[in-house]
Structures are given as C-alpha cells and as structure tokens.
C-alpha cells in the first residue's frame, strides 16, 4: 500500500521560506514521479513542480523561479523549497505520485492529505 505524507506547511510572513517534505512509503518501483500541486477554496488543482525518478523536473508557472524542488538520496522523500513567498501563495499543498516512465505523466495515482501554507503578515 503507497502511502504520501506531507509535512511542513505553516504560517510565514511575505519574503519568508518555507520548505515543505513529501514522504513515500510502500513502492519499490524504480520509475515514478513525484509532484507538488497546490490549491485555494475554489479554484482548480495547480501543477506546481515534479521530478522523476531519473531525476527529471518541470516546475509551474507558480514556482515563477521561487520554488525549488529537491530529492534525498534514498530517493523516497521530495522537498519543495519556497522562498520569497507571497500572500497569493496561500494554499493547501499536496504532495502526488504515481509510477510510469513518462518523465511528465498526466494523472497520479496517490495523494497526501496536505499541508497548509499561509503566508500572511
């Protein structure tokens, strides 16, 4: 059974960082993505960053050059590095995977419970 767990969401002023943490258990597939999508009360689900097993990221027009994403070496934990956040980056983030070989799948298959940001003075 995949398991995706988030953590690290909180309450930062504007300029602040943030890093979030995403941990998958329970997969021994050696292809897979793993990505980072946020989403405020109604508005859709936005792609905000991925990377592939092989090490492939996409970032969204969200990261806009602010967000990072970055993998330990054992390969299950993906971070997602915010700084110079806004209040617009307010949002429930949500951690995904799903395993295929296409580097930018479509669709994934296990999701994490979120975590909440909220950048506010």
């Known amino acids: 059974q995949v398991q995706v767990v988030e953590s690290g969401g909180g309450l930062v002023q504007p300029g602040g960082s943030l890093r979030l943490s995403c941990v998958v258990s329970?997969?021994?597939?050696?292809?897979?993505?793993l990505g980072w999508f946020r989403q405020t009360p109604g508005k859709e689900r936005e792609f905000v960053a991925s990377?592939?097993?092989?090490?492939?990221?996409y970032y969204g027009d969200s990261a806009n050059g602010r967000f990072s994403v970055a993998r330990d070496n054992g390969k299950t934990t993906l971070y997602l590095q915010m700084n110079k956040l806004e209040p617009e980056d307010t949002a429930v983030y949500y951690c995904?995977?799903?395993?295929?070989?296409?580097?930018?799948?479509?669709?994934?298959?296990?999701w994490g419970q979120g975590t909440q940001v909220t950048v506010s003075p």
């Open positions: 329970g997969s021994t597939s050696r292809n897979y993505v």
């Open positions: 990377m592939s097993a092989g090490g492939s990221i």
């Open positions: 995904a995977f799903t395993v295929t070989v296409y580097a930018r799948p479509t669709k994934y298959d296990y």
